[in-house]
């Protein structure tokens, strides 16, 4: 490891350092604002000046860019010298020039980097009384407001929007001194990741816009680490509560999971907490009751129930579904998905505890190849998406690795320019990550699943050759042969294209582990407890159907699940009708609840505390944010207290009992090591979920005691709801915000970790629970029989195979609540190739009619270039979207005779 001397004293870094990131990680304060852990170095702002010296007897040195100045062995560095500072120091006030004094309104006082820069270097007096100039605000969509009056051309969101996250619809503009961050014009960005740039900017240009309508400063929430329930990718997250209401979320790092970023369902779509579909009184018979009132009647249905089927979800927390198995006991455990779900979700689940390992975010993004077969990440799981668009500058970048360091990000960009891969797509539908593909092919799900097979033979697997047409040949050919050159390939798949592509994606995994490759399977699964239920167990709806149509079981215990989204109306209205009693538990109405005998509230993310499994099989504690809404509480406890008066399972009060519980459960004991149990203390103290600078405690409920009340008590976890409790460096996963001396804004992180960008200290949250990559080099595809390899597909003549695709925005439950989010959900639609719609005398806009059977529904054509012949796209999840129209099968779509409304 190099040396190097800071001030005269030696310390020893890493290799590939810079200056900036090798002092910042040694714990010195070195201002900076262009920089960042993520983005690497440009050298665009001058902030980072230190004096460099030539050697010990050297007193002049020189001032260099620590950002831009690597770390070698030998290199002597002083950032207190007085002509450094004083560079420093006048940089901020050139930036501060026509930076406008609006501190007290800007919606990032009190967490602005600039503000801590500023007084790190020790700028106090503004010299100049020059008007400033101005620019124009953008509409920039419901997400980010837009200051650009406030900007300092440090170029972060630029480089972030474009060159990592691949956008195209935001830029820099202008020259000299007129430099404008922005749009060609106003207009919603179309990014999937644009909320990222209210925490990349490091003063307040770009702020949360939904924050902005329910306004809270930062010293003002109450937080607490937590854990996204938008997707499967269990990504890290800090919800932020004020007056009882959810304010935003933000940002939680985590070096193997979402590291320093989070798309924008994720990020926007906590807003279901606070709204108007919230079910937070207890309900029998559709009519608020009191709690008691509400368990009473639940236990009176079980207690003459001849039969109870508990269904599950794939968005309850393990304790949910535990407490729920425990209830109903596991022979009658409902998973609650139809089969054509919860078989891919099977098949995934053996895959990932096969011979080789699940992929974490951070192998996708390290992957020096990547072969990716389904649906598009971007609509199920966006930050695989962005962690593959990432991956796809691995092998370039290594190849410049002899001369140009891998932080110097400008020299990087000029090298490579637009090279990238070599990253394989074989999906149903163009995607979001085709611009940066080395190959392409857009086939069936059939057909993608026949390709991933002619990956594996071509790589060693076992079995006959898979005919496939000539481009797709050269496709399986080009991949395997990057595949099997490269050190740490990854495939990608998405469980929701179906049991064969999940298949077919494992054997290629398996072909490249048996070659000694380090390889990664990374599969996209549909929700954010997806893993946790397939290792709770269960079966499928249908059979739930057929035990209440045989009279084997006449009552229902429905865990956070709407039936409506996971059987076919008729299907659902069938099974509810024929349940005598159905006791509902859920954190939002849905028609399952409005249909429901007993409704019992549950509580979310923000108020409620569990555990949830991600797609790579790690256990994560999410901890409540603030105090149950209403009667709301975890389900858990609900189903523990009528397991209670049932006799039968006992009762858990606390979330440590349950876990201790659950934790008997083959491939669960883990999981309650996911995060410390509630009686862990630090110096004796909770960890306070409020910050010490937290205000207005007696003020907030004045008006019905000049006291200060006891605050709530929390048995479930180690952080209290106060800000009497430690206020320093918890371990990781109770890190409930990121504060440091002198540093208020998310860049204190820099104090949490091991090295700028790296490690946590007290390692990564959470506890991988699946044994994938097991030495006995088991295959699981080989235990449970190969999987057939399917006839290629045949389109048919007047019907289109319908493939469900996934929009970030709409197609996920709970965020499809939240009014922003919404807002940008897409109509619904059918889309078809041109080609097939000229065939059938169809045209773009159209309304066309879509139906199997006597079931039929209107909906306005799209043409999407590049579909396969005979297969149609709809979106898949929408609530606008007819019941009629469910992917999966084929459909007749033909012309209604009606012009579509306008987009």
């Avoid at 509400?294 to 393990?318: D, Q, W």
């Avoid at 799900?445 to 496939?468: K, S």
Wanted: hydrophobic letters at 40%; glycine letters at 10%.
């Amino acid at each position: 490891m190099p040396t190097i001397h800071v001030e005269g004293r030696p310390y020893e870094v890493p290799e590939g350092l810079n200056l900036l990131d090798a002092c910042l990680s040694l714990g010195f304060d070195v201002p900076h604002f262009c920089w960042h852990p993520a983005l690497g170095s440009v050298g665009a702002c001058r902030q980072c000046a230190v004096k460099q010296f030539k050697d010990e007897n050297d007193t002049k040195g020189v001032i260099v860019m620590a950002c831009m100045t690597p770390a070698r062995d030998g290199t002597r560095v002083s950032i207190a010298d007085a002509e450094a500072a004083e560079f420093r120091r006048s940089v901020v006030e050139w930036l501060m020039l026509n930076h406008p004094h609006d501190c007290p309104v800007c919606d990032e006082g009190g967490e602005c980097h600039l503000q801590d820069m500023t007084v790190m270097t020790g700028h106090d007096y503004r010299k100049t009384r020059l008007p400033k100039r101005t620019f124009r605000n953008q509409d920039l969509g419901p997400f980010v407001a837009h200051e650009m009056n406030r900007c300092i051309e440090c170029y972060r969101c630029v480089r972030f929007y474009r060159d990592y996250a691949g956008g195209r619809d935001f830029g820099v503009f202008g020259a000299h001194d007129h430099v404008y961050f922005g749009r060609m014009e106003s207009g919603a960005l179309a990014s999937e990741f644009s909320g990222n740039l209210v925490e990349v900017c490091p003063t307040g240009v770009f702020t949360d816009k939904t924050l902005h309508s329910h306004y809270a400063r930062k010293w003002d929430l109450s937080t607490a680490p937590s854990v996204c329930v938008h997707c499967s990718l269990g990504c890290n997250t800090l919800p932020g509560e004020r007056y009882g209401m959810l304010r935003r979320v933000r940002n939680r790092y985590h070096p193997d999971v979402n590291g320093y970023f989070l798309c924008d369902r994720g990020r926007y779509g906590y807003e279901f907490v606070n709204g108007e579909r919230r079910l937070t009184l207890a309900l029998a018979r559709g009519e608020p009751v009191s709690p008691e009132a509400a368990v009473e009647e639940a236990s009176r249905l079980l207690a003459a129930a001849r039969g109870v089927v508990g269904i599950g979800s794939p968005r309850a927390t393990l304790e949910t579904l535990f407490a729920l198995r425990e209830l109903v006991g596991p022979e009658r455990l409902c998973s609650g998905l139809a089969a054509r779900d919860l078989e891919p979700l099977r098949r995934a689940m053996r895959g990932l505890s096969g011979a080789v390992p699940a992929a974490s975010l951070a192998d996708v993004r390290a992957a020096d190849a990547a072969l990716l077969l389904g649906g598009d990440p971007t609509g199920g799981a966006p930050m695989l998406a962005l962690a593959l668009r990432r991956s796809a500058r691995v092998a370039p970048v290594a190849r410049l690795a002899s001369h140009v360091p891998a932080w110097n990000d400008a020299a990087v960009r000029q090298a490579i320019q637009r090279e990238s891969g070599p990253l394989f797509v074989a999906s149903t539908a163009p995607t979001r990550v085709d611009d940066i593909a080395t190959a392409r092919v857009v086939s069936a799900p059939a057909d993608v699943a026949r390709l991933g097979f002619a990956v594996a033979r071509r790589l060693g697997a076992a079995g006959d050759e898979v005919r496939l047409h000539r481009d797709a040949h050269a496709f399986a050919r080009d991949a395997a042969a990057a595949l099997a050159a490269a050190e740490r390939p990854v495939v990608v798949a998405d469980a929701a294209s179906g049991e064969a592509v999940v298949a077919a994606a494992a054997e290629v995994a398996e072909a490249l582990a048996a070659r000694g490759s380090g390889v990664r399977l990374a599969l996209a699964l549909p929700e954010c407890d997806s893993a946790g239920l397939a290792l709770a167990g269960g079966f499928p709806l249908e059979d739930a159907l057929a035990s209440l149509r045989s009279g084997e079981a006449d009552t229902l215990v429905v865990a956070e699940n709407d039936l409506f989204r996971r059987l076919p109306p008729a299907l659902a209205e069938e099974l509810l009708s024929l349940a005598r009693g159905v006791i509902a538990l859920d954190c939002v109405r849905t028609p399952t609840v409005e249909r429901a005998h007993v409704a019992l509230p549950a509580a979310t993310f923000a108020d409620g505390t569990g555990t949830l499994v991600s797609s790579e099989g790690r256990a994560q504690r999410s901890f409540a944010a603030m105090p149950p809404s209403g009667d709301a509480r975890e389900s858990w406890k609900w189903l523990a207290r009528l397991a209670g008066d049932a006799g039968g399972g006992g009762r858990w009060e606390t979330e440590d009992a349950v876990l201790d519980a659950l934790s008997g459960l083959p491939g669960l004991a883990g999981a309650r090591d996911a995060a410390p149990p509630a009686s862990f203390r630090l110096v004796g103290m909770k960890v306070a979920r409020e910050p010490h600078r937290y205000s207005g405690r007696t003020s907030m409920r004045a008006d019905v005691d000049v006291k200060e009340g006891q605050p709530p008590a929390d048995a479930d976890s180690p952080l209290a709801f106060t800000m009497q409790g430690f206020q320093g460096f918890p371990p990781p996963p109770l890190v409930p915000r990121y504060w440091a001396g002198g540093w208020n804004s998310v860049q204190a992180l820099l104090r949490y970790q091991v090295q700028a960008g790296g490690a946590l200290r007290g390692g990564s949250p959470g506890i991988r629970l699946l044994d994938g990559g097991r030495s006995d080099g088991g295959s699981p595809s080989a235990e449970a029989g190969r999987f057939p390899v399917p006839e290629a597909f045949e389109p048919r003549r007047g019907e289109w195979l319908l493939v469900g695709a996934p929009a970030i925005f709409g197609s996920e439950e709970l965020s499809s609540l939240s009014p922003s989010v919404a807002s940008l959900a897409p109509r619904p639609y059918v889309g078809l190739s041109p080609e097939d719609a000229e065939r059938a005398g169809l045209r773009e806009g159209g309304r066309v009619r879509v139906g199997a059977g006597e079931a039929s529904a209107e909906l306005p054509l799209r043409l999407v270039p590049g579909l396969p012949r005979g297969v149609a796209i709809v979106p898949e999840g929408l609530r606008a979207m007819p019941a009629e129209v469910r992917p999966g099968g084929y459909a007749r779509v033909e012309a209604a005779g009606e012009e579509a409304e306008p987009r």
